[in-house]
């Protein structure tokens, strides 16, 4: 038993003084002009952002992981109000977390703070993402492979503008974004009112478009059509079912998506 203690508590110690892991990966954000729209549930408003990794020879961020705008102009917080819509800077009102590994970052503010910033009563916020926009990881203490500037510049340039002629510019990218917009629609919790569905798609559409939704049959952007096939197979009963509810169905469908492009870039040898 003394023994059996004695390799419990090395064991411990072991733990307590391992290092830090090294910082993970910046992250790119897909561009958003309309803006990705907030959800809100008890309190707290998310979007969640469209992202993929900048760096292949880095961790993955670890759940729960905070991000910041690595250019404070790419990110816009819009209030809408039954009286006028501003864009404010988010970076210091919009809190980022690791969502869904490097393929999804949640953007959070508290449904006071937004209510505090417009003044009144909310309608409707979505965060703006510019063009080549990217997020890095907050630094941790005891970090052993931190991020150097010279490295941070030399990601969010040159591997970023690599990552907006493979990634961005690629026509998957838009149903990618349709389908971000369709989820961040969706309840955060509980299932999705089947009647507001048409509606939802069509306020997707139209965001991404600017315009009133195009025609998804025969000879229709394949961008929306391949958006409008994953919303439908998602809505079916086996479906909505198997993934616990279609938000979340469209959110794995999503990631697919997003980790395939992300392949492709890491094929282009960014940076070579």
């Not at 952002?49 to 961020?61: D, F, H, I, K």
């Not at 630094?139 to 990552?163: F, H, S």
């Not at 279609?246 to 870039?265: A, G, K, P, S, W």
Request: charged share 25%; net charge negative.
């Amino acid at each position: 038993m003394r023994l059996l203690f004695s390799i419990l508590s090395i064991f411990a110690l072991t733990l307590i003084a391992r290092p830090a892991l090294a910082a993970p990966q910046i992250i790119a954000v897909l561009p958003s002009d309309a803006g990705m729209p907030f959800a809100c549930a008890e309190g707290m408003c998310k979007a969640d952002l469209s992202t993929y990794c900048l760096q292949r020879e880095r961790p993955a961020p670890k759940r729960g992981m905070p991000y910041f705008p690595a250019a404070a102009e790419d990110f816009k917080l819009i209030i809408k109000t039954a009286a006028e819509t501003r864009v404010i800077d988010a970076a210091p009102h919009v809190g980022f977390v690791e969502s869904r590994g490097f393929m999804a970052i949640a953007a959070t503010i508290s449904a006071d703070r937004l209510r505090a910033l417009a003044s009144g009563e909310v309608e409707h916020a979505a965060l703006r993402v510019g063009e080549a926009a990217s997020l890095l990881p907050v630094a941790e203490a005891g970090d052993p492979n931190p991020l150097t500037e010279k490295e941070i510049a030399y990601v969010t340039k040159w591997r970023r503008q690599q990552g907006a002629e493979v990634v961005d510019g690629n026509p998957d990218a838009r149903t990618v974004r349709l389908l971000a917009g369709l989820a961040n629609r969706m309840p955060m919790s509980g299932h999705s009112d089947p009647a507001r569905l048409d509606e939802i798609w069509r306020d997707a559409i139209g965001d991404e478009l600017g315009a009133a939704p195009a025609d998804t049959g025969a000879g229709a952007d394949p961008a929306i059509s391949r958006a409008h096939m994953e919303f439908s197979r998602c809505n079916e009963g086996a479906a909505r079912y198997s993934y616990a509810g279609l938000r979340n169905c469209l959110q794995y469908r999503h990631d697919d998506l997003i980790r395939d492009l992300n392949i492709e870039y890491w094929e282009s040898k960014p940076g070579s």
